[in-house]
Nanobody
């Protein structure tokens, strides 16, 4: 079955960096686009970054120029490199894939940006 497992979250000071990874299994990874989303309690989950199967990327306005999404099809992994982190980036980060109209989510990894 489709599985997505996020890792790399933690506590970081403002201005710092973190690298999140999402390990995918159970489907042909290279054939599908992937997305990173985040959610703060009481708010809707929002798109952070997406990457198509061919490597085309898009970003939410609040992270443009600071975050970079990439994929490694040999390792079935999508990575979110987060630089210049701000307290407002604090959230649970999830990766997602849509396969034949169904959304599959990981369980998330918590990122806390605080001094």
């Amino acid at each position: 079955q489709v599985q997505l497992v996020e890792s790399g979250g933690g506590l970081v000071q403002p201005g710092g960096s973190l690298r999140l990874s999402c390990a995918a299994s159970g489907y042909i990874f290279s054939a599908y686009g992937m997305g990173w989303y985040r959610q703060v309690p009481g708010k809707q989950r929002e798109l952070v970054a997406g990457i198509t199967s061919t490597g085309i990327t898009n970003y939410g306005d609040s992270v443009k120029g600071r975050f970079t999404i990439s994929r490694d099809n040999a390792k079935n992994t999508v990575v979110l490199q987060m630089n210049s982190l701000k307290p407002e980036d604090t959230a649970v980060y999830y990766c997602k894939v849509v396969i034949r109209g169904m959304d599959y989510w990981g369980k998330g990894t918590l990122v806390t940006v605080s001094s």
